[in-house]
């Protein structure tokens, strides 16, 4: 995944990040400020809400599209990506963000965050890439391992099963128009069945509160991790 993603990185990061961009000539200010409307739309469907005095981890970061947004709701961030070529763009474009950690993952959990150390977890775009659905539950598991108590994790995954792909001259058509990426398993990823996300929220530790768009590819799950004795 690390070198598939650094890839897209060289290839178009800022498509790769956000497909709804033309590929090969994306619209910068569109990009950036897509951004903060994502992140309203994603927390608003779950009623999440960040605070100043809150220390987040975002999953996923791409070239911080959404850190932006986050940095300036909360006190800090910790801004973590699978591709080192993405978290080197990502310090390019945000100098500004000084209360922002970026971080290399290691493509299967929260390494390096320590247990019940921050308030909330942010995951946009990021879960529904991912080919082998236990990493993505695994990730899941991991939010809950760094939450304090009552803190809460908004997540986005795909609940729709990987649809057939089309044949002849409809194929050919998409291959013509699409970069060759976006037929790759790294990039088509996999879904999640609910009861699978439910269980592995109880496994770190929290309990889903709600879920906004099951059923589709961009099912927003808000899981909160228990306090003691709750």
């Given at each position: 995944?690390?070198?598939?993603?650094?890839?897209?990185?060289?290839?178009?990061?800022?498509?790769?990040?956000?497909?709804?961009?033309?590929?090969?000539?994306?619209?910068?200010?569109?990009?950036?400020?897509?951004?903060?409307?994502?992140?309203?739309?994603?927390?608003?469907?779950?009623?999440?809400?960040?605070?100043?005095?809150?220390?987040?981890?975002?999953?996923?970061?791409?070239?911080?599209?959404?850190?932006?947004?986050?940095?300036?709701?909360?006190?800090?961030?910790?801004?973590?990506?699978?591709?080192?070529?993405?978290?080197?763009?990502?310090?390019?474009?945000?100098?500004?963000?000084?209360?922002?950690?970026?971080?290399?993952?290691?493509?299967?959990?929260?390494?390096?965050?320590?247990?019940?150390?921050?308030?909330?977890?942010?995951?946009?775009?990021?879960?529904?890439h991912?080919?082998?659905?236990?990493?993505?539950?695994?990730?899941?598991?991991?939010?809950?391992?760094?939450?304090?108590?009552?803190?809460?994790?908004?997540?986005?995954?795909?609940?729709?099963?990987k649809?057939?792909?089309?044949?002849?001259?409809?194929?050919?058509?998409?291959?013509?128009?699409?970069?060759?990426?976006?037929?790759?398993?790294?990039?088509?990823?996999?879904?999640?069945?609910?009861?699978?996300?439910?269980?592995?929220?109880?496994?770190?530790?929290?309990e889903?509160?709600?879920?906004?768009?099951?059923g589709?590819?961009?099912?927003?799950?808000?899981?909160?991790?228990?306090?003691?004795?709750?």
């Amino acid at each position: 995944m690390a070198r598939f993603w650094d890839e897209r990185a060289r290839e178009d990061p800022f498509f790769f990040v956000d497909n709804r961009l033309e590929y090969g000539h994306p619209d910068l200010d569109r990009f950036w400020a897509g951004g903060e409307t994502d992140l309203e739309m994603m927390l608003a469907a779950v009623g999440a809400a960040l605070r100043q005095d809150d220390d987040v981890v975002e999953l996923g970061c791409g070239i911080g599209r959404l850190t932006r947004p986050i940095a300036a709701r909360c006190r800090s961030v910790r801004a973590l990506d699978v591709s080192p070529r993405m978290i080197e763009l990502a310090r390019s474009y945000n100098p500004e963000l000084a209360n922002v950690e970026w971080l290399v993952g290691d493509g299967t959990s929260l390494a390096g965050i320590g247990d019940a150390s921050v308030d909330a977890c942010i995951s946009h775009v990021v879960l529904q890439h991912i080919p082998e659905p236990a990493i993505s539950l695994g990730y899941i598991r991991e939010m809950g391992r760094v939450l304090r108590p009552g803190g809460w994790a908004a997540f986005q995954v795909s609940t729709v099963p990987k649809r057939r792909e089309p044949a002849g001259l409809v194929q050919r058509f998409r291959e013509r128009h699409e970069p060759a990426a976006s037929f790759d398993p790294r990039w088509r990823g996999s879904a999640l069945e609910l009861d699978a996300v439910r269980d592995a929220a109880r496994a770190g530790g929290m309990e889903v509160e709600q879920m906004a768009g099951e059923g589709t590819q961009h099912c927003v799950a808000l899981a909160r991790r228990q306090v003691s004795g709750t």
